[in-house]
């Protein structure tokens, strides 16, 4: 393998597939990133098992490709590398069969490489009819539910998102059983067949940094085990969650007692300023009171002291609440939602679950169940 | 203690004395912050018992004075609280003796206090006759010898800056006994007595953080135990540290085999990128070949690769030097020389220290111990 490239190309395209390289991974070949040069252009491979990246480089985009050849190169040291080089254009050349030398015209590397033939085979599999979604709509639907998926391996399900897809409606939900975000959006056109899977978490979030906010195309071919990403020149694929996603439609309730509307980002940074006193506590609960129209948030810590906010709202009636939850979940399901907008805080009693909505945008519903205080 | 004050003003002031507070400080009292408010204005005060930090905002500078008082708030929420607040005007007022309300028209923070009388009282002693240094220049003092004190508590005068003026002429030297830095300054005047003293080098840190890098004046009060800044409304008092400092005049070379010329940043460059493969390695070591009036770099991890750097120089003889040291020490003493400046590099042996002076700036002179490698 011989080639010249441009730094800035193959910088982008080691920082995409580097995304699929765990550092929990014990397989020391799957540390590496598969080189693969032929005359049509340069492959980079990387994965964790679970999920794989793969790009393409077009020959037309590479600098100088002088012999073909595949190879397998550690990628702990290659982005920082590849990012230090002094020139825009960067030599690679193996050598000794194993060893690959990195060079411009006054510094080498010479690093030891895996072999090529230990890489397991990773099938990249595309269906015939792939959905098609704008990559500033699928971005959005990842940022506005991922958060509120859970941590805790000890319900891996609600470690995913769940995606469902029933004629052209698609509604992803993220839920850790304390919160959970809700995004419907319409599709262009109707699925055949109803569509209903669970993407680990983790790994959306991986792709949604990859994807742009434009109007570029990200495929989705769906399988039975697994799910693969079209994006550019990129291919991602990702494991799909085994098990039964909860149903969650009925706990979101769709009468409420108290309807207040507010301006989000008051009531976000009153939310903000009632939990400094409780922050670094595990739940960080503040309290929210509407009476005769008027929202009080307030939170108290015993050796501290309290702190009570006025909130603006417009409230429906006279209905009384006092009601507790944490501070956290709160603002994490506040910042999905565009600055500028008003929201509804939607309330039934202090044991049921708050339901907050923009007031413009019907598609995206966040839901957080209180706090029992005492 | 009532009275309402800009929030950027006390902002500025509160940053600058909590850098006394300590997070290993075990005396409850001095987790606070003393506000002392007189018809004269509102002081600050906040210590670690061996720096102590007081800020003076003027009445001119305070929106109203209600009523004079004292009393100690706690300091780990305070930055924040004034920080968050929705509001460029905000309300002190002490409630029931011991609780603070501070409070703007729509949120209030009620804290509880602690008592004046537990504070410690803290002289900070002011001398007649001072030593008067340009901020700019103390502020560049501390930058380009700091980074060399030692961080280890075995030989606590190695975590000081030595400061010594005899006539009008200033020197500063750091050292962890495995390198140097020396900076020489010429004083407006001179001094009557000689002084030699010792400023813990963390503190010095801390202080360089608040001078800015202008013309405004930074006194020194010297005492024989401790040191009083004063830098415009800020009172700055450190411990010096007993004991003796070694003599270092004699360590660093007069004469030298090898006189080395090169560019500043290509050459950090290059030892940056030679130290990538055995970064994370407690001395990550670099080898520099001088021979024939070229300069090789290099570095070499038996797992990963090796790397090779060629750097332009400009030497006056054919001596020939191969000698390791540690990339780490080289490239923080690199980082105080200003970018566009040509830099000598100054050899004997691979045995000998290491000595890096800028071409154009004498007052400055690194030095770094080779590591012997086989």
Redesign the interface.
């Known amino acids: 393998m011989k080639f010249t490239i441009q730094k800035n190309i193959l910088l982008e395209n080691l920082t995409y597939v580097s995304k699929a390289i765990s550092i929990k991974n014990i397989i020391p070949i799957l540390n590496g990133i598969k080189f693969e040069l032929t005359k049509n252009g340069l492959s980079l491979t990387a994965s964790d098992s679970e999920l794989t990246i793969k790009t393409f480089i077009e020959e037309k985009d590479i600098v100088k490709i002088e012999e073909e050849g595949t190879i397998i190169i ?1 990628s ?2 290659i982005l ?2 590849i990012r ?3 020139s825009d254009i960067i030599n690679f050349e193996v050598i000794d069969g194993l ?1 690959i030398k990195i060079y411009t015209d ?7 490489c895996l072999d090529y033939k230990e890489y397991p085979s990773l099938k990249l599999e595309e269906s015939k009819t792939p959905l098609v979604i704008k990559s500033s709509i699928f971005k959005e639907i990842i940022n506005q539910t991922s958060f509120a998926i859970s941590t805790q391996e000890l319900r891996p399900i609600l470690t995913g998102i769940n995606l469902k897809i029933v004629g052209d409606m698609l509604e992803c939900v993220a839920t850790d059983s304390y919160r959970l975000s809700k995004k419907n959006i319409k599709l262009d056109e109707a699925v055949k067949d109803d569509v209903n899977i669970v993407i680990p978490g983790k790994n959306l979030v991986e792709f949604e940094k990859i994807i742009a906010d434009d109007d570029n195309e990200v495929e989705l071919h769906i399988f039975n085990s697994k799910i693969l990403f079209k994006y550019k020149n990129i291919l991602f694929q990702s494991n799909l969650l085994n098990g039964t996603f909860p149903t969650t439609s009925n706990l979101i309730p769709t009468e409420f007692e108290i309807i207040a509307k507010t301006n989000l980002s008051d009531y976000a ?2 939310i ?2 009632a939990s ?2 409780t922050q670094g506590k595990d739940k960080n609960i503040v309290k929210m009171k509407i009476e005769e129209g008027k929202m009080i948030i307030n939170s108290f810590a015993s ?9 603006m709202i417009d409230v429906d009636n006279n209905a009384k609440i006092d009601i507790s939850f944490s501070a956290r979940y709160m603002l994490e399901a506040l910042r999905t939602i565009k600055d500028d907008e008003e929201i509804l805080i939607l309330l039934n009693s202090d044991v049921k679950p708050i339901v907050i909505k923009s007031v413009n945008d019907e598609s995206l519903i966040h839901l957080i169940l209180p706090v029992k205080t005492y």
Do not use: T
């Open positions: 550690q702990k040291f920082d590398i230090k080089m002094p060893k006054n510094n080498q590397y010479n690093l030891n940074a009153s903000d300023r400094l006193l050796e501290i002291g309290r702190v009570e906010e006025k909130v």
